[in-house]
């Protein structure tokens, strides 16, 4: 009786040994999980902060290009109003000669005109 009570002791130390091994076992199994989680978890948040920091970088780039882009036809669009405005300058001096020639050419109508009725007045 004494001996049974000698081997359960040993056989419930080497019981709870075992329970104790299969613990820490199960427990670095645990924590393994865990880093290699944190591990993917860092990484996917690395992947996902360079993606950020690449569109970022693409929508500052694209920024700029637009704002050349605008500056660049805002340039243009001045240059074709100038070329207007000059054009329209031209037509109205055109014009304004136009005016002189068909004024011109009424008084020398009317000259004539005058000129026909001393002929006719004198013959």
């Known amino acids: 009786s ?3 009570g000698k081997v359960s002791a040993a056989d419930v130390l ?3 040994q075992s329970h104790l091994s299969m613990k820490e076992r199960l427990f670095q199994e645990a924590m393994s999980d865990r880093s290699r ?3 993917e ?3 996917q948040m690395t992947e996902l902060l360079n993606t950020i920091s690449a569109r970022d970088q693409d929508m500052k780039d694209y920024g700029e290009r637009l704002g ?3 500056s660049e036809r805002s340039g243009q669009l001045q240059e074709l ?3 207007l405005s000059s054009r329209e300058q031209e037509l109205n001096d055109v014009n304004r000669e136009r005016e002189k020639d068909v004024s011109a050419s ?3 109508q009317r000259f004539q005109d005058v ?8 013959q």
């Not at 000129?115 to 004198?122: G, P, S, T, V």
Request: glycine letters at 0%; zero cysteines.
């Open 2 to 4: 004494v001996m049974l």
């Open 41 to 43: 978890h860092h990484r």
């Open 115 to 122: 000129l026909k009725e001393k002929d006719a007045f004198i």
């Open 14 to 16: 080497q019981e709870l």
């Open 68 to 70: 050349w882009v605008i």
């Open 106 to 108: 009424r008084e020398l």
């Open 37 to 39: 989680q944190a591990q």
């Open 81 to 83: 109003r100038r070329q």
